[in-house]
Each structure stands twice: as structure tokens, then as C-alpha cells.
């Protein structure tokens, strides 16, 4: 009989009485890399915390490496040898690499850090990862991939058997990526046993052994990865047939539009010399590879980075933004990349989140807010946008990752500004929801809302753009069509030029 790293059983969970996990089985083999995926709210996230001590389990059985164990907390997880990345990485800013792999468990038996020891093993580690990152960089400095490997040296150095990661790649470069592949195929070489939940399907071929699907709490499918395809995979997840390659619709005349928006030469301390129109009703793209300036851009426009040069025009209006309360007045709505740090206040509700962007909505009924408009236009958001959620008085942090996503998005919308900057949108939403979240863009832009959207996913730029600006180097790099404009296209833009690398 086959040892499991895990073994789950019957495994049955809910958050006041609404069940949330039903009686699901999962196993992990020894030194597999195992795909957990399912829609947003499917109940990913919550089956991992039942593993990695964050949750405890209403019901069932947990067997580790054939023992039956009790997880209460994340310490019983570490002594057991289970290791939990979770989405929001947990390293200290200031703190070099070294010093982050080595916190709470300091090399030397001194009370001083043996400081030599700690760059030597660290550097090891990185090594053993075939990984290039200078150990004694301050992490704060470092890129998303940099953070998740000092990450996965931590949990080496945890003697971990089993790593869990929760939508790793979701922020990472296609050089990072790259290295990631690298990465996780040395832990597969330590006989390491890794859980890897994402929503980027096209990755599952390239990294895991076998996939586990949940649908609404059930185990639906756990399959050799040779033996499904991916629309199967979409099949199972959602329950119905869908694509899963998302097409871009005809886009409208823009001929008569009048422009909405428009950048002449602006610079801030962290672009460089921006120009473009946005006329009302189109949507426009805008891509680069991380790091490119794209977040950049949308804070300038919004007021959150000084403009240092050029002009802003907002609906025929030139404006220079001191913050972005000033922003929203003019118009402009921005959904940020960040929704942790700068999108949502977890402690509070649906509904509050919904309402604290959209206070002049509520104050024409002349009451301060006026609570039963707040609940119907929270209601509304809701419903339009999809969000798995009990009720509107549900406290953020208890809503799925990709939920949370849903709100942000919705409350922005609500505002029904006259230009919306969307920045990386669909970060950790699932392929279904997806295509809703496109086609829901497209109706905005039919509308008349000048659109413009921030990612460096290209598939998503290429299904709703009607123009693409590609950023490289904070500079802009050019700009084409969207209609006809391919990957290959926009990468030939980004390293084109010649001028760098
Ligand atoms: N602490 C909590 N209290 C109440 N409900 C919760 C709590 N944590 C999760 N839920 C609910 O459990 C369900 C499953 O959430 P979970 O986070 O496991 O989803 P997920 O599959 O990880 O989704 P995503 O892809 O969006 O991250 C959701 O409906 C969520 O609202
Ligand atoms: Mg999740």
C-alpha cells in the first residue's frame, strides 16, 4: 500500500453554519507536485488552512506520511513538516534576504547572528535552487519572484516535507516564472511534496503531476495530468462548457467620439514622457512586462505620484492632481492592483466597502448615508458582478481572494466614472468569472466609460483593447491596434527598439 504525505478524509468544514467544505478526499503522494484548482469561493483556500493550521476541521480525517494527526495551529503544521506560502507573503521589508531565510531561527549559538554563516547558507540555498538573487539585497528592493524564493528558502530551511502554495505566480514576470519552473522542480528532486493552487491553467501542464478540482466544496475530479485536457479541467470546475480562450468583441465606432482623456508628455519620478488620448466609449490596453510602469502611470494620472511634467485633460479640463480625492472629482476611478493594501478594509463589510467610494450617491438622499440605499446599491454590485458571498453584511477577510477582487471591481463601477483605470483586474479570478468581468468591460465602454486597463497578462489585453499601449523601461515603447494584434506582436514592441538589454 502506496505512504500519502497527506491523506484527507471525508473532510468537512463551515463558517457558521454554512458549509463550506463536504466531505472532501484529497491525497498527496510523496514528491508530487499536486494542482488544487476550482472557481473563486470553490474552497481552496480553505482546504490548505485546514493543513497548514489556520483552520481547524468540523469533520474527517488527516493522515501525514500514514499517521492520523490533529492540527490546531500552525506550529503542530511546522512540527509536522507542512510549510504554507499563502498569497500575501510574510517577509520583513527592511531585512535582507539572508537575515528574512534566517529570522527567528539565527545560525551560531551566540546570542549575536553569526553573519558570514547566515550569507554563506543562504547563498547555498539559493544555489541548491539553481536561483541567482544576492542574498544580502533588502527584500523590499526585490522583485515578487526574488520574495517567493526567499520564501521557499525559509520553508527549506523549516525542514519542510510538504509545501503549500497559494497562488504563487499570480505577480510574477515571465523571467521569474522561468525561474519558479526551475525552483519547483528541485523541491520535486528533494522528494518535497507541493500543494500549488492557481488560476493560471495553462501552467498546470508545464509544473504538476496531477490535478484535484473542487466544485462548491467537493472533490469533483482528481486526474493525471496526461489524462484531462484543460477545456475538461474548465468543464469540471464550472460545471458547464466553456471556452476558456476568451475572444475580443468588435468594439465600437470611435470615429465621432470625443476624446475623454489625454496625456501630453507627462513624466513623474517614475515614468517618463506619456502621451496618448482616450476617447469615450474605447478601451484601451496598456502592457508591458512587470515592472514596466504601468502601476506607475495609473498613480500618476489618479494623483497618488506627483506629476512632475506635461499636462492631464480630463473631459476637455486640464488638471494637476494632488491626490486622488481630486481624481474622483474630475471623473476618474481607479481599481488598484493591490486590493490587500489599497483596494478594501477587511474588517468591515460588503456593503461599507460598496458605499465608502460612492458617499455622493448616497448623500442626494440628503440623510449623512442613507443605510437602506447603501444596502440596495451593495445588493446590486453584488448581483452584477457575481460575488460569491452569504449577505452584504459579510465582513471582507471572510470572502474567497478572488471575491474580494469582485467587490473592488464593483464598488469602482458603481461610481460610474467618466474614465476607469483598471489595473491588473483580474488578478486571481478565475477562468469563468473571467469572461463575465470582460464582457461586463465591454459594456461599460459601449456605454460610453473610457476604459483603460493596466496588465501584463497579454491574453487579457488582447481580448478587450481596442488600442495597446506597450510600456517598457517606465518609456512608452509604441502603440498598435488592438484588432489583429497578437503576443508575438507586443513582445516584438517590448524588445524591439534595440536600445536596451
Ligand atoms: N473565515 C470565514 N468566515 C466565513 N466564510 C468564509 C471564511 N473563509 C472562507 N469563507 C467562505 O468559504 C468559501 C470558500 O472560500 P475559499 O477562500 O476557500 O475559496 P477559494 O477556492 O480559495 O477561492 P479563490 O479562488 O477566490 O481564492 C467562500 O464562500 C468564502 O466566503
Ligand atoms: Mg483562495
Redesign the pocket.
Known sequence: METYAIKMEHIQKG??G?P?LKEVDFELKEGEIHALL??????????IKILSGA?EKDDGTVRVFGEEVEIHNPQDAHALGIQCIYQELSLIPHLSVADNIFLGRELGKKAWINERDTYKKAREMMDMLSLDINVKSQVQSLGIGAQFFTEICRCLLGNARIVILD?PTSAMTPIEYGYFLRAIKKLREQHISVIY?S?RLDEIKDICDRVTI?RD?KNVRTAEVKDITIPEIIHEMVGKDASGYLQRQQGADLTKAPVMMKLDHVSSAKIEDISFELKAGEILGVTGLLGAGKTELANVIFGVDKKTRGTITVDGREYTFKNPRQAMKAGIGLVPEDRKRTGLFQEFDIKSNIAIVNLEQMEQWKVLVHRSKEKELAKRCVKDMNV???NTN?KM???????QQKVVLSKWIARNPKVLLLDEPTR?I?VGSKEEIYNLIHELANEGMAVMVLSSEMPEVLALSDRILILHDRKCKGEIAGEGATQEGILMTITGGGDDE
Open positions: 463558517f457558521s454554512v463550506v476550482g472557481e473563486n469561493g470553490a474552497g481552496k483556500s480553505t482546504l483552520h497562488e493552487i488560476h473542487l466544496g460569491k458571498c452569504r459579510q477577510k471572510h470572502l474567497s481572494g478572488g471575491n486571481g478565475d
